[in-house]
């Protein structure tokens, strides 16, 4: 386990010597404007319709109050993840994904203090590899013998103030960026609607399509149902075993490799096929891919490159295949995105539980059909375009990952009175908290504790 160096004139103590575990449980069940899931600093308020299943597993959940600590005892091997640790503000509750750390004396430990504590060690994998099981699950038995550094209570207060002052500047610059790349990815897509719909000629007539997705098009257009001019291959269902001895182990896409910016196939699961399996669903050069199921349905991307190897889709995947000299793989995938990002599959797709973009739904989309000539135009002005504001976007993202990693550093050489801050002034500011989105693990998360605890 790795440990940090902190300041010799500061005292240590065990972790159970200053915590206890928060196991507080949701029983009797709690009222509805309780009923809150916590992700790191978010506190994203859920609604359900409270059946008995649901009330057994909320029932279970532990309730946190403001000061304890979370952390996100899940995918301890991750890159560091800012939301992972947090200081609870209000009361909600937790799934077992999470354990809650409070202070067994308040007054004499500042809980803010080890909250920035626990995100310096987080940053610097102290964590990792403590967890136990397939998921190395973190529990309150391997933190409670770790060490921690006892500063002087004042000196606390004043490491806070510090970070605070800090950290919020930092923040704002992050939040900054975080906006602009929300404005740019806006822009992207209205140019990408716009230009997938009208056409790149601002003067030409226009007519109604009759499909309030589509609705405007140039006069010489028309639309059709995908079923038209594409074929579509659903992928095979999971197999964990051989039939018979002919089969082979081979890698697959599924829906996690699959995004709008392309086709992840450097980490790619395996299973088995047969040999007629392997004829049905390898992917070709060209294929374009649509996620099925789950949080990315619809995602979509063309494979331009297999890297030298054979490679086959599970059923969490379409393959599309034109069948027809009239339309461009990528001008449909442009079109799908422009769809996806406009919430047309909350609109097709039954989200009672997980959407599915099934394959009938895929063949009944209607696009909007331009000439094959004014197809290859428009998805190369998209290219150019979207190129220059995904570079933007990128570097505003670097951007981000620098404070980051500026914040990481400021924040750990503080904790660890590296930098003695006992003597700085600090102004009179406003604190600035980071916004997050979140993250797809995280929903991951509580929805895998859900199931284990029903």
């Not at 946190?64 to 991750?78: A, C, K």
């Not at 699961?269 to 007629?276: E, L």
């Not at 995904?390 to 404070?403: E, M, R, S, T, V």
């Not at 801050?421 to 406003?430: A, L, M, S, T």
């Amino acid at each position: 386990m790795k440990t940090l160096d902190f300041a010799e004139r500061w005292g240590q103590s065990r972790l159970s010597s200053l915590f206890i575990e928060n196991t507080t449980k949701n029983t009797p069940f709690a009222e509805e404007n309780a009923l809150q899931f916590f992700f790191g600093s978010i506190i994203p308020k859920k609604k359900y319709e409270l059946t008995e299943d649901l009330i057994e597993t909320y029932e279970k959940y532990t309730v946190v109050f403001p000061n304890d600590i979370m952390i996100n005892g899940l995918n301890l091997n991750y890159d560091f993840v800012s939301q992972r640790i947090a200081l609870v503000k209000e009361k909600g509750i937790i799934t077992s994904a999470y354990i809650a750390l409070r202070l067994r004396n308040q007054t004499k430990v500042n809980a803010r203090y080890y909250c920035y504590l626990f995100k310096a060690m987080d940053a610097q994998k102290v964590f990792h590899g403590m967890g136990t099981g397939i998921r190395l699950t973190l529990s309150f038995k391997e933190l409670k013998s770790v060490m921690l550094p006892v500063p002087p209570r004042p000196e606390q207060d004043q490491i806070v103030r510090f970070l605070d002052w800090k950290v919020s500047s930092i923040n704002k610059l992050i939040n900054i960026n975080q906006k602009e790349i929300v404005a740019l990815g806006e822009l992207k897509q209205n140019i990408i609607t716009n230009c997938i719909t009208m056409g790149l000629n601002q003067n030409v007539e226009m007519k109604y399509s009759g499909n309030e997705w589509i609705n405007y098009i140039p006069w010489h257009w028309t639309t059709v149902h995908l079923r038209r001019v594409y074929a579509v291959i659903l992928g095979k269902m999971l197999s964990p075993a051989s039939i018979n001895n002919q089969d082979s182990y081979e890698e697959y896409v599924c829906a996690k490799d699959v995004h709008f910016d392309g086709v992840d196939l450097s980490s790619l699961k395996k299973m088995w096929f047969s040999q007629m399996e392997k004829k049905q669903y390898e992917i070709q050069k060209g294929d374009l891919l649509i996620v099925e199921g789950g949080a990315g349905a619809g995602n979509a991307a063309i494979v331009y490159d297999l890297c030298g190897k054979s490679v086959y889709v599970q059923n969490s995947i379409h393959i599309v295949r034109s069948k027809s000299s009239r339309v461009i793989n990528k001008f449909l995938c442009y079109w799908i995105s422009s769809l996806v990002k406009r919430g047309y599959m909350k609109n097709v797709c039954s989200v009672a539980t997980i959407p599915h973009y099934t394959k009938d739904k895929v063949l009944s989309t209607i696009m909007p059909l331009p000439p094959i000539e004014e197809q290859t135009d428009i998805v190369d002005y998209l290219d150019m375009k979207c190129e220059v504001l995904d570079n933007i976007i990128a570097k505003k993202h670097k951007q981000i990952q620098l404070l980051q990693e500026l914040k990481a550093r400021l924040t750990s050489d503080a904790v660890t009175g590296k930098i003695d801050v006992r003597g700085i002034e600090i102004p009179e500011f406003e604190y600035m908290e980071e916004t997050y989105l979140i993250g797809k693990s995280d929903e991951q998360d509580c929805e895998d504790s859900t199931k284990e605890e029903k």
